[in-house]
């Protein structure tokens, strides 16, 4: 625990990229998973997952190499890990901030509170119109 992977990210899904060969979970956030629908601020379906995972890879596209932390495992051994971009950009932080993933303070103690509460007031990503948590949906589907 504690080491830092660094490397070209290829992104997985929203809230996990792949780094040398390693599966890393982005720390304290969660984002929508692939196949799941939200609505956006006219009531019209898009797919919430594929737009965080695009917004994940365009963000790390901005500044290379990824720079991860790890902080630990996840139930199916993955590494979970705070990741930078090489401008010191925090992922999970503009994912959330940007409305693509929602703090998850189960994990994060609320660490991304405070930006969730901005994409929230501004309407920002899953925030401007209606969606199901990350968690509450896996667990239906």
Same mark, same amino acid.
């Given at each position: 625990?504690?080491?830092?992977?660094?490397?070209?990210?290829?992104?997985?899904?929203?809230?996990?990229l792949?780094?040398?060969?390693? $599966?890393? %979970?982005?720390?304290? +956030?969660? /984002?929508?998973?692939? &196949?799941?629908?939200?609505? #956006? !601020? *006219?009531?019209?379906?898009?797919?919430?997952?594929?737009?965080?995972a695009?917004?994940?890879?365009?963000?790390?596209?901005?500044?290379?190499p990824?720079?991860?932390?790890?902080?630990? $495992?996840? %139930?199916?051994?993955? +590494?979970? /890990?705070?990741?930078? &971009?090489?401008?010191?950009? #925090? !992922? *999970?932080?503009?994912?959330?901030?940007s409305?693509?993933?929602?703090d998850?303070?189960?994990?994060?103690?609320?660490?991304?509170?405070?930006?969730?509460?901005?994409?929230?007031?501004?309407?920002?990503?899953?925030?401007?119109?209606?969606?199901?948590?990350?968690?509450?949906?896996r667990?239906?589907?």
């Amino acid at each position: 625990m504690g080491r830092t992977i660094v490397g070209r990210a290829s992104v997985i899904d929203g809230d996990t990229l792949k780094i040398a060969g390693k $599966r890393i %979970r982005l720390s304290g +956030i969660d /984002a929508p998973e692939a &196949r799941q629908e939200c609505s #956006d !601020a *006219a009531g019209e379906a898009y797919r919430c997952g594929l737009s965080a995972a695009q917004a994940l890879r365009v963000f790390l596209d901005m500044a290379r190499p990824a720079r991860c932390r790890e902080e630990g $495992r996840d %139930r199916w051994g993955r +590494i979970v /890990a705070r990741c930078h &971009r090489a401008d010191g950009a #925090d !992922a *999970a932080s503009y994912l959330v901030r940007s409305g693509h993933a929602v703090d998850w303070p189960r994990y994060s103690k609320g660490r991304y509170a405070s930006v969730q509460d901005a994409a929230k007031a501004e309407g920002r990503g899953v925030w401007q119109g209606a969606f199901q948590a990350p968690w509450d949906w896996r667990r239906h589907h």
